[in-house]
C-alpha cells in the first residue's frame, strides 16, 4: 500500500512543483482577487496554498490513473 501511495504521491509533487512556478512566474498573488478582494493573502501564503492545491490536483489525478489501470487488468486487450 505504502508503494503504491509513493508512486502517485512523488510524481505529483514534482509537477505540483513545476505548475507552481510557471502559474506564479505568470500572476502575482497581490494581484488575484479572491471573492472581490484582492491580496487577502501574502505572497507566501499563496505559494504555499498554490502548491498544496497544485499537488492534491496531481496527486488525485495520479491515483485515479493508478487506480484504473488495477481495475482493468483483468480485462482483455481493447
Known sequence: MAK???WALWPSF???????GLFFSVFDPLELHWFGQSGLLG????YTLGFFFFW???AASAAL????????AGLPPA
Open 56 to 58: 492534491l490536483l496531481c
Open 43 to 46: 505572497r507566501q501564503a499563496s
Open 65 to 72: 490513473a493508478l487506480w484504473l489501470s488495477e481495475t482493468s
Open 14 to 20: 514534482l509537477v505540483a512543483a513545476g505548475a507552481t
Open 4 to 6: 503504491r501511495l509513493m
